[in-house]
């Protein structure tokens, strides 16, 4: 333990702990830009400077661990000034377009110049007219309003390493940029929008569909296009922060009215279409895990994510067998919406404009992805917005979100089980997946069907299952960074001829899975990441059914329209397939 | 030469100052060593090298004159530097010298055993190498002329060997 | 036909203005007077940097050194050191009593002698135009890899670590963090792999101390980062060298391939069971790569910018392991802090920076070059003596001592003794060495726009202080030497520059404003008439200079007309002529061309 005094006060902390966790930890406010709790501190804006005693060598209280008998202090007039010229600096490099910028008001250099006063700017504009960048369809770069904080590399190289973004260029000239200088489309980027998560200012963010969006359901009306929406997991613990609500807290309820009052005409949810994956994915998993003898691949893994699905066509094609081929929850919603739903519900399918709200970017790239996102005969998902787009939207209808009565979401693909909310966070969909495939495997019901072990923000995150007898190993990991390890033991152990370390993989791509996506709410903290998961668990702990093959509407869907978990007619609308994609397209 | 151990390292240490002591660097007398760091050289010093060379052994002195390089003592403002070390004369450094005072440092200084005008530098510091502070050993010291004791007596015993 | 004696006289600047061409006349007239034109050579030299006490004749072979010798000295010195062999006692700079008993007695106590005329002492480059760089017979000769021996043979790691403590060597890079202390804290770090590097990233505009010492004695290098890995238990080295050095890279890569013959690299060295390799890593010539953990990352092959310390290279250097990173000079300074003892190096210097330094001394200077002090000499000597003062006689203004990150020390201050703390106090810093003097023909202005735009050019762009800051305050720099300041620039450059000053991550952005505000604080008043007049009163500034012709001194010869290359000059032959001010592009050609003084400029 260290003891030291911030601003005259005593404090004690572990050793190693920087001054600003010192001084977060006793509520002491030390103003910052580029730190970012998810990241190492990279040290690049110079504002979170204070001064230890009589030192005329100012600390930057992000990286400086706090010492023995430091007396550190945060603020005086000179420090103010310091930090206040900073900040001026800054803002001589960025344009000044706020009211236009798809952060304006949640924008932490806007905060910042707003905390300090800034009234005039002393500095002349020194813009360069980077060009916007937005060939991905799901995430726009624009390195003009980049302030260089580095978040964005960091979180794309150490975080998910995937290396789509580095830094060119420098001194005035260094920007953000793909790397390789391509279009960022054309490179390793895999969408998932934790850069854009992370961005402080509107330098990267979603590629914003509400326009489209309205414009569908400005047509609704006159009875020429029928607005179909879905909801994700995820969405509902996380929504409620663009409104002032807690993190974590569940207005799943308020969503659905919401929807409805923005015009859709059906509101579905994505639960829904998770537990029709845990059927179809689970049905697959047994398949391959009792057929494990005569060599079907195992290890199983997931592909829910469409980061991960990208990422693993990109730099791991000889893993494809071992893909689950279920689509995932927003396509097969998609594809169940434009057949089974228009049939039931008399609807000519080429007027269904069928709309996703995602906590993910990727998604929007899931979409189109290849042939198989147009099993209907037309694009089974037309637009995915993410959860700020969502906000965004409810925001413009003028909608007092907090205060709106709950509603039901609409039969038939509305109704859910727990195993379907918990398709949101890390080890979910896994645990959705062992609830079912227990019954297949061992003809039983579980007594006890929460699987605590696959749980926890642990980046790798592994357990044995015993099914009466028979052993199931499983892997879950989140944050793109940490899949390496994991699947480097799978090929390890096969390169060697040993069996597989595990026979069944889930993998997401963003930390904490979906409720931690590239498209939910600002401010992501590990803080934030366990109250939003803590909210989808609650919601599973209440849950009338806990798993998906219990779900009512589920069963009627097979018995009405699919047959059977993997069909013939199952595989046509609800399976995909998967290609190795070159990581640079030229 | 090969790998060596401790006591190899001494020997061949030894051996290598008693050639300098000798005043004899490769079986050679008369040393003229031409500053080749890079100020050196970006100031023509490559010339100078070739000229002198050539002056040398047109002048037939090729056998008793061993030309070689060094690195920036420092005199970058006169660069090239020549310094000539031979019985009979103290050594001295030259700056300023381009490959046109080639033919004057090989006829007035080699063959004529004059000083030459106006290109005279002194050398920066005494020697600490070899020098009292260090057992006194005869070292390369004194081919550089530097600390004045040592210079003193090596041209002193060098002059009294060029004047038989 | 062999010369007794040779008397060299200083016909430097500084002498010959005391007279020294007509010192030269006298003896050449005494000795023929006195019959020896055949056993006196009387030469003429350059400066032996000794101007304070000029002029200078020295008598060679007997190596007597005369100072402040006057033109009716001659006849004296040839009379007696010529006919009779004895020295002319009353012009000895050391009378010559008891230098031998003193050098003595210095050695007795494993001291150094200190008491030559010459005001270099040299250490770092003891070698450096002396041996063939490409020949490690030539360094061995010279006590080399002596130093390694008696490290590997006769003491333990921690004795090195003792001495150089007990040495008080400090880093020569710029920091001055004591080298002992470096050392110790990677040989206590833990772990088994760790790593020494040589930082010869040199990169201020003006200083190439370490290419010289590279160039001229890679083998101090090379001997004493062995050194270093035996102490700290390192048995991997880089020399982190720019690309732009190919010769010292060459000789580098010379010297390595030499000491790996002798087996003084690599295996078993000398049979004493330590293993050291050295590498040698070329850097793309980033300023910034100089700045250490910019360095290793660069190293690494990440992109060459700066992380935040600690946790420091000594603990967690190159690839994470424990490094020690010293720069050239510091290691060239290592071999004879450990042969000679710390006792002989304290007694160099002053008593918080012991040992020497080298500069680079450039600019407005007679004698440039690279120069070795002991600490503790004073800037005047450097320049004045050493130097040989100020070029063309014009007046001194300041010296840059530190490059782009030092500021400018002037008149008033070169009297200061150099160590660390003296320079830091005079708001400048030692940095690594380079040294730029000036003259009253240089604008402070202009200087801390070039220091400045240096900056701009190699700031790596991570931190904002340094990135925008720079770059503003270019563009203050820029349009007060163009005549369009305004009245608040001087507040608003102070205000950046000590926001950078304060808030940068690295050296390189927390040093950038130095040149800049040290010049305010010392010539606020020429900021003011380049923003308020739009007047550069050391002419510099070219859009602020104003060249006219006085109608009462021209006759119409008509020469500057012929002359301007923008034919910006017009008048009738035998009428004075005048110049078109907004076609002039102040080149000063006309100024050049006339004879009759009557082109001015203001």
């Known amino acids: 333990m260290v003891k030291a005094k911030i601003n005259s006060q005593e404090v004690e902390v572990a050793e190693g702990t920087t001054i600003l966790e010192a001084a977060e930890k006793f509520h002491v406010k030390i103003p910052k830009l580029c730190h970012n709790d998810d990241l190492e501190p990279w040290a690049a804006c110079g504002i979170c400077v204070v001064k230890n005693g009589k030192s005329p060598k100012l600390l930057r209280a992000c990286c400086t661990p706090l010492e023995e008998g430091m007396n550190i202090i945060t603020t005086d007039a000179e420090l103010v000034q310091t930090r206040k010229t900073v900040i001026e600096l800054i803002l001589s490099t960025h344009p000044d377009d706020c009211l236009a910028c798809p952060r304006n008001q949640e924008c932490e250099l806007q905060r910042l110049a707003a905390e300090f006063g800034i009234r005039d700017q002393p500095f002349p504009k020194r813009l360069r007219n980077l060009p916007v960048d937005d060939s991905t369809g799901a995430i726009v770069l624009n390195p003009e309003k980049c302030i260089r904080c580095g978040r964005c590399v960091k979180v794309c190289q150490e975080m998910q390493d995937v290396w789509a973004i580095e830094f060119l260029g420098r001194g005035e000239k260094t920007r953000i940029a793909p790397a390789g200088d391509v279009k960022l489309g054309e490179g390793p980027c895999i969408r998932c929008g934790q850069c854009a998560a992370h961005c402080p200012v509107g330098a990267i963010y979603e590629n914003d569909q509400t326009t489209e969006v309205w414009e569908a359901l400005m047509k609704t009306g006159e009875g020429e296009r029928t607005c179909v929406v879905q909801i994700a997991p995820a969405v509902r613990v996380a929504l409620g922060e663009a409104f002032g609500l807690k993190p974590g807290t569940n207005v799943t309820k308020k969503i659905y009215a919401a929807l409805r009052r923005l015009g859709f005409d059906m509101v579905f949810d994505t639960n829904f279409a998770a537990d029709l994956t845990i059927m179809e994915e689970g049905t697959e998993f047994v398949r391959r895990f009792t057929a494990a003898g005569v060599g079907a691949p195992l290890p199983l893994i997931t592909t829910c994510c469409p980061a991960w699905v990208d990422y693993l066509e990109k730099y791991w094609p000889d893993m494809i067998p071992n893909f689950s081929t279920a689509k995932s929850p927003q396509q097969m919603m998609g594809a169940m919406i434009k057949t089974y739903w228009a049939a039931q519900a008399k609807v000519d399918p080429a007027k269904i404009f069928s709309v996703a709200i995602m906590p993910c970017t990727a998604k929007k790239f899931e979409n189109s992805r290849n042939e198989t996102m147009y099993s209907s005969g037309h694009k089974d998902v037309d637009i995915t917005l993410t959860t700020r787009e969502l906000a965004r939207m409810i925001k413009q209808a003028g909608i007092d979100l907090v205060n709106l009565p709950d509603e039901n979401a609409d039969s038939p693909m509305g109704p859910y089980t727990g195993a379907g909310v918990i398709f949101g966070a890390t080890g979910g969909v896994m645990e959705a997946a062992l609830r079912t495939a227990y019954t297949l495997v061992t003809g039983e019901e579980l007594k006890e069907v929460a699987f605590t072990s696959v749980r926890s923000m642990t980046g790798i995150k592994e357990a044995q299952i015993n099914m009466k007898g028979t052993i199931i190993r499983v892997a879950v990991a989140h944050q793109m960074g940490n899949i390496e390890t994991v699947l480097r033991q799978v090929v390890e152990a096969r390169a060697a001829g040993k069996e597989t370390p595990w026979h069944f993989i889930e993998v997401m791509a963003c930390r904490g899975g979906c409720i931690g996506g590239g498209g939910q709410p600002y401010g992501c903290t590990d803080e934030v990441r366990k109250l939003r998961i803590r909210g989808i668990y609650d919601e599973d702990d209440v849950s009338t059914y806990r798993c998906s093959h219990h779900n009512p509407y589920i069963k009627k869907i097979y018995t009405e329209f699919l047959e059977k978990p993997g069909s013939h007619k199952a595989h046509g609308l609800l399976h995909t397939h998967y290609v190795a994609r070159p990581i640079y397209m030229k | ?164 | 036909m062999a010369y007794k004696n040779f008397i060299l006289v200083c016909g430097g600047t500084g002498c010959e203005s005391c007279r020294s061409e007509e010192i030269y006349k006298n003896l050449m007239m005494e000795a023929e007077i006195q019959g020896l034109k055949e056993e006196v050579q009387v030469v003429r030299t350059g400066c032996f940097g000794f101007c304070e006490k000029g002029p200078i004749v020295k008598v060679l072979p007997q190596e007597s050194f005369y100072v402040e010798v006057k033109p009716e000295d001659a006849r004296e010195i040839i009379a007696e050191q010529v006919v009779k062999g004895r020295e002319v006692k009353r012009l000895l700079y050391d009378k010559g009593d008891g230098a031998a008993a003193a050098a003595a007695a210095a050695a007795a106590e494993g001291k150094a002698d200190l008491r030559s005329y010459q005001k270099q002492y040299r250490i770092v480059l003891r070698n450096c135009g002396v041996i063939d760089p490409e020949n490690i017979d030539e360094y061995i000769a010279r006590e080399g890899y002596e130093a390694l021996e008696k490290a590997l043979f006769e003491m333990k790691s921690a004795d090195v670590i003792a001495e150089l403590k007990a040495s008080g060597l400090r880093g020569r890079g710029g920091a001055g963090f004591p080298t002992g202390m470096k050392w110790e804290f990677t040989r206590a770090a833990p772990g088994t792999v760790k790593y020494v590097i040589c930082n010869a990233d040199e990169g201020d505009p003006g200083a190439y101390m370490d290419r010289a010492t590279i160039e001229g004695d890679p083998h101090s290098v090379i001997e004493a980062m062995a050194i270093c890995g035996y102490t700290v238990g390192a048995t991997k080295g880089y020399v982190y060298i720019r690309a732009e050095y190919p010769l010292a890279i060459e000789r580098l890569r010379i010297a390595i391939r030499q000491a790996e013959e002798y087996g003084l690299l690599g295996k078993d060295i000398l049979g004493s069971g330590v293993d050291f390799d050295l590498e040698i890593r070329l850097g793309a010539g980033a300023f910034v790569c100089g700045e250490e953990t910019a360095l290793m990352r660069s190293l690494e092959g990440n992109r060459g910018m700066p992380v935040p310390k600690p946790p420091f290279p000594a603990t967690s250097g190159l690839w994470k392991k424990p490094t020690v990173i010293n720069n050239v000079e510091t290691f060239a300074n290592v071999p004879m802090v450990i042969l000679r003892g710390s006792k002989w190096f304290t007694s160099i210097g002053t008593e918080k920076s012991p040992g020497t330094k080298v500069f680079a001394l450039t600019g407005k200077i007679n004698n440039s070059g690279l120069v070795e002090v002991p600490m503790g000499t004073t800037l005047r000597e450097i320049i004045f003596d050493i130097g040989g003062g100020i070029r063309n006689n014009r007046k001194f203004k300041g010296v840059q001592t530190g490059g782009p990150s030092g500021g400018i020390i002037v008149e008033k201050d070169l009297d200061a003794p150099i160590s660390y703390e003296s320079l830091t106090a005079l708001g400048s810093m030692m940095g690594s060495g380079g040294m730029i003097v000036m003259d009253e023909d240089d604008c402070v202005v202009d200087v801390s726009k070039f220091y400045m735009e240096f900056c701009v050019d190699e700031s790596c762009g991570k931190c904002a202080p340094c990135r925008i800051g720079t770059n503003q305050m270019h563009s203050i720099l820029d349009r007060m030497t163009k005549g369009s300041g305004e009245p608040s620039d001087l507040a608003k450059l102070e205000k950046i520059g000590q926001a950078m000053t304060k808030a940068s991550l690295c050296m390189l952005g927390g040093s950038a404003a130095n040149p800049t505000l040290s010049t305010i604080r010392h010539f606020r008043e020429e900021y003011e008439e380049h923003i308020r007049d739009h007047k550069c009163r050391a002419g510099s500034c070219k859009t602020l200079l104003r060249f006219s012709i006085i109608p009462e001194k021209c006759i119409g010869c008509g020469l500057c007309a012929k002359r301007c290359p923008v034919q910006c000059i017009a008048g009738e032959k035998k009428v004075a002529h005048v110049i078109d001010q907004a076609k002039c592009i102040k080149c000063g050609e006309c100024q050049k061309s006339c004879k009759f003084g009557a082109v001015v400029k203001s």
Do not use: W
């Open chain 2, 1 to 164: 030469m090969g790998k060596m151990t401790l006591t190899q390292l001494r020997k061949h240490r030894e051996q290598k100052q008693d050639d300098v002591a000798r005043g004899k660097v490769e079986g050679k007398a008369i040393q003229v060593i031409i500053g080749m760091g890079t100020c050196g050289i970006a100031a023509g010093a490559r010339k100078t090298y070739d000229e002198i060379l050539r002056h040398v052994e047109e002048h037939g002195l090729a056998s008793q004159v061993l030309i070689r390089q060094t690195g920036c003592m420092g005199l970058c403002t006169v660069e090239p530097t020549v310094e000539v070390v031979m019985p009979g004369l103290p050594s001295v450094i030259y700056g300023k010298m381009t490959a046109d005072s080639a033919k004057d440092l090989v006829l007035k200084h080699l063959v004529g055993k004059r000083l030459l005008n106006n290109h005279i530098f002194d050398r920066p510091a005494v020697d600490i190498i070899g020098a009292a502070s260090h057992g006194g050993a005869a070292s390369v010291g004194a081919t550089s002329n530097s600390g004045a004791a040592s210079v003193g007596a090596t041209s002193n015993s060098a002059a009294a060997k060029g004047n038989d």
